[in-house]
């Protein structure tokens, strides 16, 4: 019965995401699929609520850190803590 009601649910989920042009944009990511795509959107909300695109990677919190100084340029990037932390 679990099984039943979890493959229901992700039937709609998938069916909701279908219906949104911002979800084939995010799964052209590499590794992003339907899943995923949908609780990206389910946690920005209104795409259009952000002025910039910087603001929306912020508030996403997948912006990096790139540390430089003079000629060094770490080969290694983080991501940033802003943002929702889920």
């Given at each position: 019965?679990?099984?039943?009601?979890?493959?229901?649910?992700?039937?709609?989920?998938?069916?909701?995401?279908?219906?949104?042009?911002?979800?084939?944009?995010?799964?052209?990511i590499?590794?992003?699929?339907?899943?995923?795509?949908?609780?990206?959107?389910s946690?920005?909300?209104?795409?259009?609520?952000?002025?910039?695109?910087?603001?929306?990677?912020?508030?996403?919190g997948?912006?990096?850190?790139?540390?430089?100084?003079?000629?060094?340029?770490?080969?290694?990037?983080?991501?940033?803590?802003?943002?929702?932390?889920?």
């Amino acid at each position: 019965q679990y099984q039943e009601h979890l493959s229901r649910l992700e039937k709609n989920i998938d069916a909701l995401a279908e219906e949104m042009e911002e979800s084939d944009l995010i799964q052209s990511i590499p590794g992003i699929g339907p899943k995923i795509a949908a609780t990206i959107l389910s946690k920005i909300g209104e795409v259009d609520r952000f002025d910039h695109p910087k603001k929306l990677v912020a508030f996403a919190g997948i912006d990096q850190i790139v540390f430089t100084s003079g000629e060094f340029a770490a080969t290694r990037n983080r991501i940033t803590k802003r943002g929702s932390r889920q």
